[in-house]
């Protein structure tokens, strides 16, 4: 481990104060308008009044449907994530245990990437269409799905990083006391990918939640999600600075709760492999 002295320290925690910094000063900014009032913000006023007002409109006023969105959102973003972990951690477990061809596994595992690659964009004019002719048109389904498809590549690739971590032998082990193949998943390597799980369940989530441009496309104000809603904020002949500044600063409360708590896994799982 390389350790500073001196001058070098000192620079060093100078840098690091200035990520810091670079990092969570927007946070900080979009907060302190959040509490101010319309014409402190027009102003940019440093000496304002704090008041609450802005949340209280987003969250109680009958114009603002920021509730609903909230609601909207946890429902896509929990579906996404529930599907995708069971989606991705049965193929990932197919693709590093059982005997697959390898020139399958090289042809699905080049078609994620390939996926992955590709502008969220130019997919949600084709999905658009899809959705309307099969009637899931402005519904929360649509979003579901779509989002399964994006997070999915992801899922599955984090997945089989953990499975190719668990030695081969404990598997075996399990079949020649008599489990079958799927109580050894089950019962032995599952509860061992545990970290894993939590670390694309909470990558997804909030991947999911922070969705806009499918988002805006497959919605209408009854499914909105709440990207789609804080923009709205922003009107033809009006911006509501205030509000969509609260609004803001509410819709990171979930996507924090759950870093914060999953953070050393979803490190782990993004340089699992990397060292040996």
């Known amino acids: 481990m390389l350790v500073l002295h001196g001058h070098s320290r000192a620079i060093g925690y100078g840098l690091i104060a200035l990520g810091v910094f670079i990092t969570i000063a927007p946070f900080l900014w979009i907060g302190l308008q959040s509490l101010k009032n319309e014409i402190d913000i027009l102003r940019g006023s440093w000496l304002f009044a704090p008041n609450g007002f802005n949340y209280a409109d987003v969250l109680y006023s009958r114009r603002s449907d920021f509730p ?12 996404s994530t529930i599907s995708v972990l069971v989606i991705g951690t049965l193929a990932a477990y197919a693709l590093t245990r059982l005997q697959v061809k390898p020139w ?38 649509a979003l ?11 899922t599955i690739w984090m997945m089989m990083a953990y499975f190719r971590e668990l030695p081969q032998e404990l598997e075996d082990a399990a079949r020649v006391d008599g489990c079958r193949q799927i109580d050894a998943f089950w019962r032995i390597l599952l509860p061992l990918t545990t970290p894993g799980l939590i670390a694309a369940g909470v990558l997804a989530f909030v991947l999911s939640w ?16 709440v990207p789609v809603a804080v923009a709205r904020f922003a009107q033809q002949f009006e911006v509501q600075y205030g509000q ?13 709760v759950l870093m914060f708590f999953g953070q050393r896994f979803v490190v782990q799982g993004l340089t699992m492999g990397a060292v040996k």
Not at 111 to 138: D, E, H, K
Not at 148 to 153: M, Q, R, S, T, W
Not at 210 to 225: G, I, P, Q, Y
Not at 244 to 256: E, K, N, W
Request: net charge positive; proline share 4%.
């Open 210 to 225: 922070n969705e806009f441009s499918v988002a805006l496309t497959l919605t209408d104000r009854a499914t909105a999600t």
């Open 244 to 256: 969509m500044a609260a609004a803001s600063v509410l819709s990171t409360i979930p996507a924090l």
């Open 144 to 154: 579901v799905l779509t989002h399964i498809a994006l997070n999915l590549p992801m």
């Open 104 to 141: 399958v596994s090289r042809l699905f595992l080049g078609w994620t990437l390939i996926f992955n690659m590709l502008p969220t964009l130019t997919l949600v004019g084709p999905w658009y269409l899809i959705f309307r002719q099969i009637g899931l048109a402005s519904s929360l389904t």
């Open 68 to 79: 609903v969105n909230i609601l909207n959102s946890l429902i896509v973003a929990s579906s």
